[in-house]
């Protein structure tokens, strides 16, 4: 980095600064509308297009980043409260949040995901900053063949997950793979067991999906307690030392938070990859090289960090071939691009040639961001864990409302009113019979990910299976693939033997 | 002598009947003689924020401005806009208050492919707002970076090129180039402009085909190297020669157009208001706020281009017979 790019940073970053009685706002306003399952950073820029568009270039920037940045956050505190992830790539918090809150440690939850999300967009925004001409060309390189084996990382987790009962977390993933599969096929467009649902065509729309298995089940299940917290739990009150235990128990796994969030920011710059993949790549490969793997799923403090790093992670990584290359890597990207057009902003390789301040402008302004959110939000995590000690014959009725109004906010379809309620059933039935509803979501999310990079493979190679082996980095993946599976069965069989030699 | 009374019982009741009944449909008769007077319906098969939505919100501003009314938008994407179109035509009153604002490119050749659940001569287009010509293009990295790089390395190996989708004007062209240079391309459906874009950028594919418009978003990342139509804007377009010119072919253009279209069975029996509709969409076209409206929109205004009713009707059987041409190609089946 040359002095006259550091002196840029430099200005942008205090006049970025400059920007806080807009950022602080905003942060709010992200927060509650990636609360809202359906609702995301992206829909919000487009309601919100006429007043993004009639601001100055500067001020919509920081207004679109910081509403980013403060959405994907966002969609993790009813993940974690109430079990409504609110978008796809919050999908794999509340495997290990919710149960912490069942545990009465909400707050401290809440903490560790703020924390973890905070460090995790702060840390990947520098190295994206400092490495964005390298990260740029990842895209060059991950193309479908490698992108199977990465779904495939994601995808083994049902594995993982189904180590309990093998029977039924097979059947559940399986399952889950089938309802990914409807809709009509990548290549000739030809619908499958869409039931003759013109509704269906697209494949299974996910946030009717995600609430319905998640929440619609979860208000089934809690309407028969009292409160959320588990009997044996005392509904705690909540108070600042948890918040302070959250944000310590965060900081001493910051090594987690570091590879966990790069992992989401390598993920984020392959454009059309997001982070629902990235979560679960991520919640994943924490498990596969954890000493503990047996208490993920249990309220693990790994198994929190690890999807809410990685999916603030993507955030920075989406920015990088919007900027670099011109390409978007996600839908709010996508939805930048067009504000900034409007500015008359050409994004692509001259952009940091021509308008400099612009592109570090957007970084710096999720660095911000991300630091100014650390220090409201924090603090209202003591309030807003008040949530799980609200009587389920409130809490149960308004999270069915809420997440049916979600399930129908994407598309405006009242058919995926009832598919949400759907699911629910289907998610209630589940886990009254000890199927694993999110062994079934990773089936519905990766599956037809799984599909359409598979096919695209194949039609690239006339249908020669042997593509999949015909990329050196593919093989290094698929070498990366086997050891994470088999490496943990190894180390666990070691563990095992450690503590039957004092037994002896 | 008695008087005979002026109003009889039979008389007052008579009037009395005659007036209720007149009061009663008398809004009925002054909304048939004052239509629109109420907001007219506008059905679009894609998402709201995407170019459709953009170009739609640009016409209507100007639009509703003539016809005295607004237009309110209702997104139905889903199946590559069959979703909207089967909505539209199962769902909405057939009344002239409900329209569609679709593309007669990509979505007309989807009935080739598989047949609707309606009728497709139950609707029809009577307002083209654009056309927007398909291009072929290479990212700026890619070794392919002449037609001659193309064909020389279609003699080696099967090119993989990839398309927003099987049913899409530009694999049409690239189909048709194609059969003219005696090579086989292999398509890949990349699912989407951003994605197809992407996929010639990135080496997914060895080079893509699009409408033109979104290449023209991509900046300098892409460099287009044929455009399947004439090339109206020059050097944003890399000053690419269109097919014809330069392989002495005589393809007709291969285009997205989006424009409006309305029930048959709403023009048929509503013909004062369907004449109502097509004149102030003509007259929109007339006003220079038009092209402003579109500018600002993002739109190119070399592709703001009227076309009627029988031009419509002309595009959409062209592209149901090339369709129909493809079939086996663009289907597998």
Sequence with gaps: MDSSTASILVEVFFDTLGYWYIIIPTIFLGLIVGGIPGFSAANTIIILMPLTLALDL??????????????????????????????????????????????????????????????????????ALATMPILARVGFYMHSVEMIVVMLFGISLIASIAAQDMVKGLIAGFLGLMIGSIGTDVVYATPR??????????????????????????????????????????????????????????????????????????????????????????YQQSRSF???PEKY???????????????????????????????????????????????????????????????????????????????????LSRYMSHVTTIPTIYLAPMIISFTLVGGFVPREYMFDMYLALAFGVLGYIARRTGYHVAAILIGVILGPLLEKYFLWSLKKSDGDIMVLFSSTLGNILWVAFALSIILPIVFGMRRKRKLEVPAE | MSMKPMITRRTLLGTGAAAATLTLAAPGLVRASTFPDRNISVYVPTSEGGGADRNFRAFSSVWKEKLGTDFEPGFYPGASGRVGYEIYMGKADPDCYNL??????????????????????????????????????????????????????????????????????????????????????????????????????????????LTSGSVIAAGDSVKTLLVFGNNVVGDRLDNAPSINDAYGMDLPEMLSARAFGIHKKAADDHPDRFETLSKTFKETFDDPKLMDAYIASKGTPEYLQYADVEECEAFKTAMLELGARYKSLLSGA
């Design chain 1, 58 to 127: 500067q001020s919509g920037l920081v207004f679109m980043i910081s509403l980013y940045c403060a959405a994907r956050m966002g969609a993790g505190i009813p993940a974690i409260l109430v079990n409504i992830p609110g978008t796809a790539g919050a999908a794999a918090t509340p495997l290990d949040g919710y149960p912490m809150a069942k545990q009465g440690k909400g707050q401290q939850a809440l903490a560790i995901s703020f924390v973890a999300s905070c460090i995790g967009g702060l840390l990947t925004t520098m190295i």
């Design chain 1, 193 to 282: 067991g869409t039931f003759g649902f013109l509704e269906l065509y697209d494949g299974v729309p996910l946030i009717p999906a995600l609430v319905g298995l998640f929440a619609v089940s979860e208000a089934f299940v809690i309407i028969e307690k009292r409160v959320i917290v588990n009997h044996d739990e005392e509904p705690k009150t909540p108070n600042w030392h948890d918040t302070f235990e959250g944000v310590k128990i965060a900081l001493k796994r910051w090594t987690h938070i570091v590879w966990t969030s790069i992992i989401g920011l390598v993920i984020g710059v392959i454009p059309g990859a997001g982070a629902s993949i990235a979560s679960f790549v991520a």
């Design chain 1, 290 to 292: 954890s000493n503990t």
């Design chain 1, 297 to 379: 799923g249990y309220g693990h403090p790994e198994g929190l960090i690890a999807p809410e790093a990685a999916n603030n992670g993507v955030t920075s990584g989406t920015l990088v071939p919007l900027l670099v290359l011109g390409i978007p890597g996600g839908a709010t990207a996508a939805i930048m691009l067009v504000v900034m057009q409007f500015h008359g902003v050409s994004f692509g390789p001259s952009l940091f040639e021509n308008q400099p301040k612009v592109g570090y402008g957007m970084f710096m302004a999720m660095a911000v961001s991300y630091v100014l959110m650390f220090l409201t939000i924090l603090p």
């Design chain 2, 100 to 209: 569609i604002f679709g593309n007669m490119g990509p979505e007309v050749l989807n009935w080739a492919m598989q047949n609707p659940s309606f009728d497709v001569n139950d609707y029809f287009y009577f307002g083209q707002v654009d056309k927007d010509p398909c291009c072929l293009f290479v990212g700026a990295e890619s070794p392919l970076q002449t037609m001659d790089d193309i064909i020389a390395a279609s003699k080696t190996r099967k090119l993989n090129v990839g398309t927003s989708r099987m049913a899409h004007p530009a694999s049409i062209g690239l189909l048709a180039l194609g059969e003219k240079l005696g090579i086989e391309f292999n398509l890949i459906p990349l699912q989407g402009g951003k994605s197809t874009v992407a996929g010639a950028v990135t080496g997914e594919v060895d080079f893509s085909v």
